[in-house]
DNA sequence: CATTTTTGTTAACGTAAGGTTAAATGCTAT
DNA sequence: ATAGCATTTAACCTTACGTTAACAAAAATG
């Protein structure tokens, strides 16, 4: 069952530490990459697939927040976690804002790493199963490609879908009959959860609602205060 | 599975670490052939068939760049990994886009390279199994060969492409119907990803949908921010 | 029922990505 | 050297996206 080393991305400019961390990390049955600076961290994350990054905030080059940044364009599924050097609530604040999944304050206790590292990769473990796979839905009378972000009727002609569009409508799709909280989406898809990214949803659940309105026996609710649910109406 | 050893095309001058490394590549099950200079490299890799090069950059007669490109004239494909002296700044690197698949800097931990190659076999593996021994595609009315670079309508006169044209067309009908990722393309046919190049690939697919036209069943589209698509529509 | 909060809708704007064309550069073979 | 390609660079234009703003409507609050 357990066959595969998880592999994790380490990123971290001071050297012993580093070294230190890493083969803590390797003791522990995973495979570790280490980079010494953001630049680095890059593009060794480009090179290979990864489970999970552990970065550095502060690093010569190339800081921590902007490299996650950099990997949340290429993959919005890594789990990231934040080593700080003190408990900096901007600091934390702007690594939640990026997506990060959690951060640690240096010096930190490895179990407690540890813990998480776990922790996280068991709850990928379960989410991947059901959602992060899963491109192509039926609602109602409608087609969604979700990886070639289209949206086709009844075999018509298709829809190009925004990022923005595919992903909501996706999310929605996942939640289908049932409550898509106004946060999950904002975190997951926004990563940011605030009054102008939460009326840009909004816009977006407008644009979602025209290109659903040709069958009605689709439609988006609101629930007031909590989010949106996406309803599809039998015969 | 695991049927045929690997084998390795190792340049490097040194003798005393070009036979340490050999010997440690070897009790690791690689095959290993050992040129002690570019010139003898090429000779070697003309010779056979190689699944990696390792190339020393400094090298009397002929250095591992020049080495390289002259590799690549022969054979797109091989992975290479350059072992680099530490001085040397990616910025050096970044000059000779030969499509180095790693660099290494010497002295390097030799259970990193050991990771490295695995690493590059396993990519190789997975991509190799589709790709890259197919030439011949049907798309809608035309017939390519890859090959000979030669793209027919209907059994008329054939269209002579480009290199660079039948590459890129190549790619998107390996990926027929499907998403072609823009990054795919700038890696494996430019082997470099920046503006310029990405610029490049768009006059090529202008030229490649010019080509095209006279088949309104066939066309190219575009996913923004992802990549292209060649969809061919039933009848 | 007046007021505040949340949601709905539309349009405008800024930025980034892609499209097009032509000129400059590089390459190869003569 | 130079003619004839292939490819890149450049400039410029168009489209696509996403955010913001402004205002309208609906729901909650008290």
């Known amino acids: 069952m357990d066959e595969q080393a998880k592999k994790i991305l380490l990123v971290e400019d001071d050297p012993n530490f580093g070294t230190v961390l890493k083969d803590y990390l390797m003791m522990n049955d995973y495979e570790v990459v280490h980079a010494k600076n953001g630049m680095e961290g890059f593009e060794k994350f480009k090179k290979d697939d990864y489970d999970l990054c552990i970065l550095d905030v502060m690093m010569p080059y190339k800081d921590g927040f902007t490299l996650a940044k950099e990997i949340r364009e290429k993959n919005t599924d890594v789990p990231i976690i934040f080593l700080t050097a003190k408990a900096m609530k901007e600091d934390v604040l702007k690594g939640y804002k990026v997506g990060a999944d959690d951060y640690l304050n240096k010096p930190f206790d490895s179990e407690v790493l540890l813990m998480k590292i776990k922790a996280i990769m068991q709850r990928k473990a379960t989410e991947t199963v059901a959602d992060s796979k899963q491109f192509e839905f039926k609602i109602g009378g409608f087609d969604l490609n979700s ?24 999310l929605l799709a996942l939640h289908e009959n049932d409550l898509m909280p106004r946060e999950l989406a904002l975190t997951k898809i926004w990563r940011d959860d605030n009054y102008f990214t939460s009326r840009s949803m909004d816009v977006y659940i407008a644009k979602l609602r025209k290109y659903l309105k040709i069958d009605d026996k689709v439609e988006i609710l609101n629930i007031h205060g909590e989010g949106f649910r996406l309803v599809i109406n039998a015969e």
Chains 1, 2 share one sequence.
């Open 147 to 170: 990886k070639l972000r289209f949206l086709t009727y009844k075999g018509g002609e298709p829809t190009k879908l925004s990022p923005k569009e595919n992903e909501l409508l996706r």
